[in-house]
Nanobody, 119 residues
Framework: QVQVVESGGGLVQPGGSLRLSCAAS????????MAWYRQAPGKQRELVAT???????DYAESVKGRFTISRDNAKNTVYLQMNSLKPEDTAVYYC?????????????WGQGTQVTVSS
């Protein structure tokens, strides 16, 4: 059993910053790709950023240069540093972690954390 818990969302003014965290716990041998997604009201969930076990990163065009994804393998945690936030960044942010428990690999999702960018 693996649990994934996000934290760090909230209300921020345009131009502000937030840092999201997502920690996995339970039966974990290794974690491959960690990722952040977001879903705004009335829109489909979109991929925001990914990071591999080798620390290779990739970003959606809309967040390049403003968001930074990083990971701490010792803590099974992925972070999303969000700077220069815009109202269009408002969404529920979800993380996913591709976990290997020694027997099989599965993708586990957090419950989501709300980010609201508004003055």
């Amino acid at each position: 059993q693996v649990q994934v818990v996000e934290s760090g969302g909230g209300l921020v003014q345009p131009g502000g910053s937030l840092r999201l965290s997502c920690a996995a716990s339970g039966s974990i041998v290794s974690i491959a790709i960690m990722a952040w997604y977001r879903q705004a009201p009335g829109k489909q969930r979109e991929l925001v950023a990914t990071i591999t076990s080798g620390d290779s990163t990739d970003y959606a065009e809309s967040v390049k240069g403003r968001f930074t994804i990083s990971r701490d393998n010792a803590k099974n945690t992925v972070y999303l540093q969000m700077n220069s936030l815009k109202p269009e960044d408002t969404a529920v942010y979800y993380c996913s972690q591709d976990v290997h428990n020694g027997i099989y690999r599965g993708r586990y999702w957090g419950q989501g954390t709300q980010v609201t960018v508004s003055s």
